[in-house]
């Protein structure tokens, strides 16, 4: 059993930052591949980036690349997103998720706002 609690969300006006946080417990963090993904006001939940357990490896989705970066601390069992260059298009809910392998999550956290103004 994994536990994932995010935070970090907030109000921000376009074109500012903001950071994400995620604290896992419950399992070995650092096999682990973890990810951010959103959901907007009537969308489906989408995919915004992944990394590796050696964050050797990261990957975006087009729409935040390059203004997103993922990144972990094992020793911290903790994940980030680091938001720049906010867009009101990147107003959702933020979850975390984790999983044995790229693509297959079996935990998730209970989301955290982030809402840009424009």
């Known amino acids: 059993q994994v536990q994932l609690v995010e935070s970090g969300g907030g109000l921000v006006q376009a074109g500012g930052s903001v950071r994400l946080s995620c604290a896992a417990s419950?399992?070995?963090?650092?096999?682990?591949?973890m990810a951010w993904f959103r959901q907007a006001p009537g969308k489906e939940r989408e995919f915004v980036a992944a990394?590796?357990?050696?964050?050797?490896?990261?990957v975006y989705a087009v729409s935040v690349k390059g203004r997103f970066s993922i990144s972990r601390d094992n020793a911290r069992n903790t994940l980030y997103l680091q938001m720049n260059s906010l867009k009101p298009e990147d107003t959702a809910v933020y979850y975390c998720?984790?999983?044995?392998?790229?693509?297959?999550?079996?935990?998730w956290g209970q989301g955290t706002q982030v809402t840009v103004s424009s």
């Open positions: 998720a984790n999983g044995l392998s790229a693509g297959s999550y079996d935990y």
């Open positions: 990394i590796s357990w050696s964050a050797s490896s990261a």
């Open positions: 419950g399992r070995t963090f650092s096999r682990d591949v």
